[in-house]
T-cell receptor
Framework: GAVVSQHPSRVICKSGTSVKIECRSLDFQATTMFWYRQFPKQSLMLMATSNEGSKATYEQGVEKDKFLINHASLTLSTLTVTSAHPEDSSFYIC???????????FGPGTRLLVL | SQQGEEDPQALSIQEGENATMNCSYKTSINNLQWYRQNSGRGLVHLILIRSNEREKHSGRLRVTLDTSKKSSSLLITASRAADTASYFCATDEEGAQKLVFGQGTRLTINP
């Protein structure tokens, strides 16, 4: 089956620093990738949708200058949390789709802790 | 925005019993999907039911969809300890290019 990886799996950083999270589709080309954030015991909240080679579409309330998304190739999307603060601590999950929402494969998630 | 409402929020049953989780939504959809998430992990796709389908089975899973009531249910039969996880429904809204997830049900299977 289709595999999506995320790196790192967990990261601890100091407040004010930037953190980059990678999402890779390992055995298929992903025309679209999605980034979600999940707080403890809550559901997934879509942050943004990215299509290869174009700008990401951000959900209402998500700061595009704070959460930079780059989808430079059909197998890689990155999310950079700039100037991270403790309230950005969360579980970030990506998903990748080869085409159409019916098929969306999720990565294992990245746990971010900002001190 | 999260349109899915799931109930119960938490469910604890004995191994071997059946578990039923419900999901309601508000808009017209193309399909509805159910996912499982083990603690601290990513999501695993369980089953997809299209808007023109009423029931679907996959192993010990049975999903129903009632578009007139805008609701779906997930039944896990003969539960096992390994079924302990959070379960989320997600809808593919008509005209939208994204999935909208419900709040989830935390299922605990007691051995």
């Amino acid at each position: 089956g289709a595999v999506v990886s995320q790196h790192p799996s967990r990261v601890i950083c100091k407040s004010g620093t930037s953190v980059k999270i990678e999402c890779r589709s390992l055995d298929f080309q992903a025309t679209t990738m999605f980034w979600y954030r999940q707080f403890p015991k809550q559901s997934l909240m879509l942050m943004a949708t990215s299509n290869e080679g174009s700008k990401a579409t951000y959900e209402q309330g998500v700061e595009k200058d704070k959460f930079l998304i780059n989808h430079a190739s059909l197998t890689l999307s990155t999310l950079t949390v700039t100037s991270a603060h403790p309230e950005d601590s969360s579980f970030y999950i990506c998903s990748a789709s080869p085409g159409g929402l019916k098929t969306q494969y999720f990565g294992p998630g990245t746990r971010l802790l900002v001190l | 925005s999260q349109q899915g409402e799931e109930d119960p929020q938490a469910l604890s049953i004995q191994e071997g019993e059946n578990a039923t989780m419900n999901c309601s939504y508000k808009t017209s959809i193309n399909n509805l999907q159910w996912y499982r998430q083990n603690s601290g992990r990513g999501l695993v796709h369980l089953i997809l039911i299209r808007s023109n389908e009423r029931e679907k089975h996959s192993g010990r899973l049975r999903v129903t969809l009632d578009t007139s009531k805008k609701s779906s249910s997930l039944l896990i039969t003969a539960s096992r300890a390994a079924d302990t996880a959070s379960y989320f429904c997600a809808t593919d809204e008509e005209g939208a290019q994204k999935l909208v997830f419900g709040q989830g049900t935390r299922l605990t299977i007691n051995p």
